[in-house]
């Protein structure tokens, strides 16, 4: 039988490759998509739908209302910032970070890990082409292990021992890609940005739609969101 | 100006003694109690009570359904244990052991400090009188604290040094009572119980009345429920 894993998936071009790394290194992941209040909702639907394709065992969408305690462009009704004139991106932690959200999703993951019997969680943080997110960097995610392996039953009994995953966490953008199109991973599936339009189509111009296109661009293929006539 | 601090109140007798200590350490708090689909409702009014009474700054609820996840005998319907004949407790970690809970609450309180600009979280823990939950050792609540210090924006950036507060992690249930009355907690105001009755009464026989009977004996004190005709 083979071995379950937690995979954390949002609908973007990164947990979409972790996902595909996790199914190809042979787990038998179950999805883990956070519905947080965030504005851009069409996430919540392409994580289900890459889920379903991509054959995981089980899709779980929990619900975390992360605007009770404001403090995020992401969750607020306050503007995300457009890719500066220069074309390049701050270098400072944005105002689209939001306050200890890879802990609390992390800590659900381990929640659900304990519950099915898995040791496994993948999560696809990325500290090259990271956007100056703290909890993204390999440090924390080594604190967060440590302390998962003391915080829970199956850890303090020894019969299990948590390990949390992050294939991408030395990669560039353009190496991700290529990684996932070697796996098959559809990216016209995944969603990038941060301030899309009513209809979820991404403005191509805020920090994360500016990674995603110079990743295509350096991976030396044509994003499939441009191909389908979704992206500009 | 007053320090703020975030203490996680659930109602219980020890987080309402946490609460006075903070207060007596000259904090200014904001109290979070967790909606987290426990059977127990009664809980989630006497924090809002205790937390007016005592004198608070701030009380928040936050919604966080962990029933998702199934497991646990204090979110399912799967029956609470009561003590057993000999009147001893088990050794054993207790079905009523929810995965990640301390976690994913101290998750919470972590955004709520960053957001609110507080270092201090304060929580109820006890590693004496725990019913063996691996999730109040000291060695746990250290690496939770680690972990945080880089998650965060304001640990890296150096503007915060965050720190988890355990003033009841080496008492037993007397001494916290004691000094719970010493600095004027009233703990009529207090629910201890895992199986209370549809009017929020305690049974007077599930674990955690046990441990609060063995503490007001202890401590040589008669239990204002038992006073006000609330327990037996």
New interface residues.
Partial sequence: MKKKAIVLLSGGLDSATVLAIALQQGYSPVTLCFDYGQRHRVELAKARALSLKMGALEH?E?????R????SALTDEIAVPKGRTDGEMSAE?PIT????????FL??A???A??AGAEDIFIGVNAIDYSGY??C?P??IQ??E???N????A???GTSKFKIHTPLIQMTKAEIIKKGLELGVDYSLTHSCYHPDANGRPCGQCDSCLLRKKGFQEAGVVDPLIQIGIQE
């Fill in positions: 779980r929990v619900k975390v209302d992360l009770q305690f404001g403090g932690i970070y939001v306050p200890a959200r890879n802990t609390i800590s659900f381990l929640a659900a304990e519950i703290p909890d960097r440090e924390y604190a967060f440590q302390m998962a003391l915080a829970t039953k850890g303090v009994e």
